[in-house]
């Protein structure tokens, strides 16, 4: 079993939609999360981060996390297709530590 | 003014070859890493060093060798490259440390290594 689970779709929206990504894990020694994106052919670029339990919102993202069941999410509002890309969750036990990375879910928003 | 920087983008190269990455960040971090990205776009940590100092260190073939001259770059050097090795390498930085700030490392934009 994996450390990180995430759902590697593909998921194929419509402009304007609301997205779930999701990833669960099983080291409840986890406090650091994070959600990156990922254009093709580039590197993933840091969308959220979030300290132990809790939502966080910045525009249209908003990420949760749920340590009591393992358990991490990043909503997307009004999606547009400049969100297609592959959104990486990951997480680390402290700043600096080995970040353990979900396989991405592959995303695409169609006008 | 790109915050990290691999070298070169792209390498092709034949079975048996030594080659090399570079890496270079701008940022002031004190962390630096090696992540390999296989074809399924699974992202796992080779490497890790903490102001020139080694602290990640892998379940990595020998043959793959880093090294950090200061810790600003962070280089990465494979010998008797195989078929395997094929794959996108990342280097990142992070500035470690840091609980409630906008941690997260940054990543530079790969470097696509095809071994033939």
């Known amino acids: 079993q994996k450390e990180v689970e995430q759902d590697p779709g593909p998921l194929s929206v419509p402009e304007g939609a609301i997205v779930s990504l999701n990833c669960t894990y099983s080291?409840?020694?986890?406090?650091?999360f994070m959600w990156y994106r990922q254009y093709s052919r580039k590197g993933p670029e840091l969308l959220m981060y979030t300290y132990s339990s809790g939502n966080k919102e910045d525009g249209r993202f908003t990420a949760q996390v749920d340590k009591s069941s393992k358990y991490i999410s990043l909503f997307i509002r009004d999606s547009q297709p400049s969100d297609s890309a592959t959104y990486l969750c990951?997480?680390?036990?402290?700043?600096?530590?080995?970040?353990?990375f979900g396989q991405g879910t592959e995303l695409s928003v169609k006008p | 003014d790109t915050a990290v920087s691999q070298t070169p983008k792209y390498l092709v190269t034949q079975m048996g070859n030594d080659k090399s990455i570079k890496c270079e960040q701008n940022l002031g971090h004190d962390t630096m890493y090696w992540y390999k990205q296989d074809s399924k776009k699974f992202l796992k940590i080779m490497f890790s060093y903490n102001n020139k100092e080694l602290i990640i260190n892998e379940t990595v073939p020998n043959r793959f060798s880093p090294k950090s001259p200061d810790k600003a770059h962070l280089n990465l050097h494979i010998n008797s490259l195989e078929l395997g090795d094929s794959a996108v390498y990342f280097c990142?930085?992070?500035?470690?440390?840091?609980?409630?700030?906008?941690?997260?490392?940054?990543f530079g934009s790969g470097t696509r290594l095809t071994v033939v």
């Open positions: 080291n409840s020694a986890f406090q650091y």
């Open positions: 990951a997480m680390s036990r402290f700043p600096g530590g080995k970040l353990i």
């Open positions: 990142a930085s992070s500035q470690a440390w840091v609980r409630e700030t906008n941690y997260g490392y940054t």
